[in-house]
């Protein structure tokens, strides 16, 4: 069992389609920007909160590295249907995509 990686055009279509965005992020991170319908569950916190993640969840991280860890350790549990966005959030804005920020997690 394995995770796909896909890249920003890819989650712009799955966004459509209705898949959940976990950031991985820190607290911090995720208030000074996510993109926009990503939910917060940072990797330190990932252990323990496993069953919050169902198949076709995208996971997010700045650059790629932590989600696809956090999907590594998803699917050695048995999880399926997972994505990794390659490049994160520094691709997707660097495409000029929208972040936001400034709330509560």
């Known amino acids: 069992m394995t995770y796909q ?6 989650l712009e279509q799955n966004k459509r389609n ?3 965005l976990v ?10 920007g996510h993109i926009p319908g990503a939910q917060n569950l940072p990797l330190s916190e990932l ?3 496993e069953d919050e993640i169902e198949p076709g969840t995208v996971l997010i991280c700045a650059s790629g590295n932590r989600s696809s860890q956090a999907a590594a350790y998803l699917v050695s549990l048995g999880k ?6 390659s490049g994160g959030t520094v691709a997707w804005s660097r495409e000029g995509r929208e972040l936001t ?5």
């Open 5 to 10: 990686d896909i890249f920003t055009a890819e």
């Open 18 to 20: 209705g898949a959940r």
């Open 23 to 32: 950031d991985v992020r820190e607290r911090d991170e995720y208030v000074a």
């Open 47 to 49: 252990r323990g909160r």
């Open 80 to 85: 399926t249907g997972l994505m990794n966005l």
């Open 101 to 105: 920020g400034g709330e509560q997690p």
